[in-house]
């Protein structure tokens, strides 16, 4: 998974490179991005002050997390547990 200034992230194939997946919906720069330990669920991080959680199957954006930072969201990451 890559983020990057153009608002998305994009999901790649480790067996071959092919771009899988194309996440939109932030609306500004995506800073940083994680995939969940069982690899269902991608998170980003915004300039646009908000996080979101993505469905690694359909590209579905399953939650935005918003209202708490006044400045960009810069990283972010799961939890092992």
């Not at 990057?4 to 490179?17: F, H, K, Q, Y």
């Not at 469905?55 to 960009?72: D, R, Y």
């Amino acid at each position: 998974v890559t983020a990057s200034n153009d608002r998305t992230a994009r999901v790649w194939s480790t067996e071959n490179g092919t771009l899988l997946l194309v996440l939109q919906g932030h609306f500004s720069y995506v800073w940083g991005c994680a995939l969940s330990p069982n690899g269902k669920r991608i998170v980003t991080a915004g300039d646009d002050r908000k996080a979101r959680v993505w469905c690694t199957e359909t590209g579905e954006c399953q939650l935005i997390i918003e209202g708490e930072h006044m400045s960009s969201v810069t990283c972010c990451c799961f939890s092992h547990d």
